[in-house]
């Protein structure tokens, strides 16, 4: 069964963080203690959620670290069960065969 694609996590930062509290990724970022260009990259889904943001989230009190590493890592299953037909391994193809004989 194909399932959609979840949101990027740096959407729901921007909706649910930034847009929600009225805050701008200059205010944001400095009350979590990261560059600007660190929370742009992020909101603009150009860079990851990483675990020491998810702790920075969840001090300033934008839910858990939990939460957000569960939204990154749903984000990067799903990018990568799209191109899994992509993916070779070798090892695998190899004991596939040996199976078959």
Do not use: Y
């Amino acid at each position: 069964m194909m399932m959609n694609k979840p949101p990027h996590p740096g959407k729901h930062v921007r909706i649910n963080c930034l847009d929600a509290s009225n805050l701008s990724v200059t205010a944001a970022a400095k009350a979590l203690g990261v560059t600007r260009q660190t929370l742009n990259n992020l909101v603009n889904e150009k860079s990851s959620i990483s675990p020491e943001m998810a702790v920075r989230f969840e001090k300033i009190g934008w839910s858990t670290c939990d939460h957000w590493m569960r939204l990154q890592m749903n984000f990067d299953l799903a990018s990568v069960r799209a191109r899994q037909d992509e993916i070779i391994v070798p090892a695998a193809t190899q004991t596939m065969q040996q199976n078959a004989n």
